[in-house]
């Protein structure tokens, strides 16, 4: 989390200076991105050059199912560099993620959850057409999301640590967080200011 609250200081460090959109399409902005497996993402663009971008961006996957909920959620920080300043970019950042699966008795009174976060490193890359122009601009991107230093919390009231379910949640939960994935944007829909 302090690293996550440096990475912002710094990007509103860089804020502070007065970008405006031009024909070098530096400048502040916004997106909201759809996606698999983080159905929706936004986030705050800072480009300081044609070649050079900054992405403060938060991704979500929430999904319900009768008395069970799931929600993984990732705050990230990225740096992009975009190849003689055209549409095509590659970027490297960092990430926190964090599964929280919450499954309810019938009766309405027993919860078991688990948790699991972990810091993550972000590769990506991607396309953002019209970004270079300042004003609207249009994306997707692939990102490989590789998780470290996984902490796993399980509250199940109830259920001995020695119970198979609970074996097998803990075992599930510590793959998670040890296992890379990708996301892909399908679709990114941007502003620069």
Do not use: C
Request: charged share 15%.
């Amino acid at each position: 989390m302090v690293k996550m609250q440096g990475l912002l200081f710094l990007l509103m460090t860089l804020i502070v200076n007065p970008a405006t959109a031009d024909e070098s399409g530096s400048g502040f902005g916004l997106s909201a991105g759809m996606g698999i497996p983080f159905l929706t993402q936004g986030g705050v663009h800072y480009r300081p050059s044609n070649s050079l971008g900054l992405y403060l961006g938060f991704n979500q996957l929430k999904l319900s199912e009768g008395e069970a909920d799931l929600n993984l959620t990732m705050p990230e920080f990225h740096v992009t560099y975009h190849p003689m300043a055209g549409a095509f970019f590659v970027g490297l950042g960092l990430g926190q993620e964090k599964l929280e699966a919450t499954a309810t008795e019938t009766n309405g009174i027993d919860e078991a959850k688990i948790e699991v976060t972990a810091l993550t490193t972000i590769a990506k890359l991607g396309w953002m057409w019209g970004v270079a122009n300042g004003g609207f601009w249009f994306g997707l991107d692939f990102a490989y999301i590789i998780p470290s230093g996984a902490k796993t919390t399980i509250t199940a009231p109830g259920v001995s640590t020695t119970d198979q379910a609970y074996i097998d949640a803990v075992d599930a939960a510590e793959k998670f967080g040890e296992t890379a994935y990708l996301n892909f944007t399908f679709a990114r829909f941007g502003w620069i200011f």
